[in-house]
């Protein structure tokens, strides 16, 4: 401050020099001295300014002064205050989670004395030890029915939880087959309910013997039945709900994956390895099943390095359409594989699927998403183009068409919301597709229903009721069997005489009975100008319609 204060009088100094100078100027040049003011007065006058700005900057130091002591003092006040509330909002926390503990610990006292009063209730004398019986037909939850003493309010945790305490596999799988319907409610109440198994691995490993029939040849014939992917879709569940019960559970728990559990799991997985190379392992054909299942045995308990990295990768691309395929890649250790994996995906033209992969392990550098979702697009687009000369439904064929793209559009635009990719690919322009192609089936939904006309009833056949033949006596009388179909008598005897009667070739048939062939008549009574309409959507007036 010094510094400035010397720098700052030292230039005063200078300036009042070099007026002194120029106004010793002046004097020199005027010849009058009646209007010379003093150097004197000039000079009072300077510092009287001088003087006046250093008392308002003396002023002005002296507000900054204060405003600084008054935010020191408003700061330490609200830091107090601070502390104070957060104080209270600590102990109003411990409060609220004793009252927590206090309402599980009575939840968990009452669902215990409900579950002793129904089992109590409902198991009689034939089966006193106890026992949840593993047969759903004698069990007291079978089939989403409820046994007649129980309660409707027992929840599917306990139900689970009561297979799960009794180390009941084939219950618990039962189970959860017979409520599949209603597993998106209680997902995460199996992860829950495994935790009172004894042994939770090894119940698991127990169930999954029913994930491969014993007979080989009602495998083959139920491979794709509803019962078998079912109990296979069920697995799968129970397995997922075991990797969320590792995902929770102390690191150092070994008691849930210890080495005879790991080499159960192991014998169940070479068994399965044996069939899967046997098996045609594709999403397309719904074998991925299969593949899903075996890589989350492998992933959950830890033995993927006992199997090679390239029938890995395989079963990987064959459930590679599944939102969970990234995690397995990742969990079973092939994660220097994945940028072979995303380029052979993109080969196959499944793009979505490989920017899952892109998106998980930060592939973007090497693999922009964006491009390959609008590549996703046109190949759906080109792939679901009609060709009239391939198909014989036009119609039929566009509305194909038109729901293949629809769908493609709703998984594009669901992927670039999710991965925040609207800035690089504009929304407007894909959901103002989807409304037309909306639009579109509507009204052609709208217009088939208006359209649509009654089947006509089918006129008995020659053979079915006698008839007596009968001919016109001209064009030599029409034969009663046109491209190796008979024609019903009534067009057989008036075949070739419209112009007998004009006022019927006058009337236009607009229309066609669905799943009705046209009538075809003899070369020698059809007009000459029928040939014009044979392939042509138009119809000529004269046609006969069965």
Not at 95 to 118: F, G, P
Not at 168 to 177: E, S, T
Not at 371 to 386: A, E, G, I, W
């Amino acid at each position: 401050m010094d510094d400035v204060e010397q720098a700052n009088e030292n230039n005063r100094e200078s300036m009042i020099a070099q007026l002194v100078q120029a106004f010793v100027e002046l004097e020199a040049r005027k010849g009058s001295s009646e209007d010379k003011v003093p150097w004197i007065e000039i000079k009072q006058h300077f510092v009287e300014l001088e003087t006046i700005l250093n008392k308002k900057h003396e002023e002005l130091q002296a507000k900054e002064r204060e405003y600084e002591e008054k935010e020191l003092e408003t700061n330490t006040l609200l830091a107090q205050r601070k502390v104070a509330v957060t104080s209270k909002e600590q102990d109003l926390l411990d409060r609220l989670q004793e009252l927590k503990d206090a309402a599980v610990a009575s939840i968990v006292e009452a669902r215990a004395n409900h579950q002793t009063a129904t089992l109590e209730f409902v198991y009689d004398g034939e089966n006193k030890d106890n026992k949840v019986s593993s047969s759903p037909e004698n069990s007291p939850y079978k089939s989403g029915e409820k046994s007649e003493g129980v309660a409707n309010d027992v929840t599917p945790l306990l139900e689970i939880k009561i297979f799960c305490e009794k180390m009941d596999a084939n219950g618990l799988l039962d189970y959860v087959v017979a409520h599949k319907k209603k597993v998106s409610v209680f997902r995460e109440e199996i992860s829950v309910a495994l935790e009172s198994a004894t042994d939770p691995a090894r119940l698991v490993l127990d169930l999954l013997v029913g994930f491969y029939p014993a007979n080989d040849t009602t495998q083959q014939n139920d491979k794709m039945g509803a019962a078998l992917q079912g109990k296979r879709k069920s697995c799968i569940l129970i397995l997922e709900a075991l990797a969320s019960l590792l995902a929770r559970a102390d690191p150092g728990a070994d008691h849930l994956l210890n080495p005879e559990t790991k080499q159960q799991a192991k014998a169940i997985a070479d068994e399965w390895r044996l069939k899967l190379a046997s098996a045609d392992i594709d999403a397309a054909n719904g074998n991925s099943l299969e593949a899903e299942a075996f890589l989350q045995l492998l992933s959950i308990f830890m033995i993927a390095s006992e199997f090679g990295e390239e029938e890995l990768c395989k079963l990987v691309l064959a459930v590679a359409q599944n939102r969970s395929a990234p995690e397995l890649c990742r969990s079973i250790g092939l994660t220097h594989k994945v940028p072979a994996l995303v380029e052979i995906l993109i080969n196959k033209e499944k793009q979505i699927a490989a920017v899952h992969f892109i998106q998980l392990f930060q592939l973007q550098e090497s693999f922009p998403p964006v491009p390959l979702l609008r590549t996703y697009l046109k190949n759906q687009r080109r792939n679901s183009q009609v060709k009239a000369d391939n198909v014989r439904d036009i119609a039929t064929a566009k509305i194909d068409a038109n729901a293949q793209e629809l769908a493609a559009l709703r998984v594009v635009i669901k992927c670039i919301e999710e991965y925040q990719f609207e800035s690089e690919y504009p929304l407007d322009t894909l959901h103002k597709r989807v409304h037309q192609l909306e639009k579109a089936k509507t009204e052609k939904r709208r217009g088939g229903e208006f359209f649509k006309r009654p089947q006509q009833p089918k006129r008995p056949r020659p053979n079915e009721r006698p008839f007596p033949h009968r001919s016109s006596g001209r064009g030599g009388g029409a034969s009663g069997v046109v491209h190796g179909r008979q024609v019903p008598p009534v067009r057989t005897a008036y075949a070739g005489t419209a112009d007998r009667y004009p006022h019927y070739a006058a009337v236009a048939h607009d229309y066609q009975v669905p799943g009705q062939a046209m009538y075809t008549p003899q070369p020698s009574a059809a007009p000459s100008n029928y040939g014009r309409y044979i392939g042509s959507s138009l119809q000529p007036s004269h046609q006969h319609y069965m």
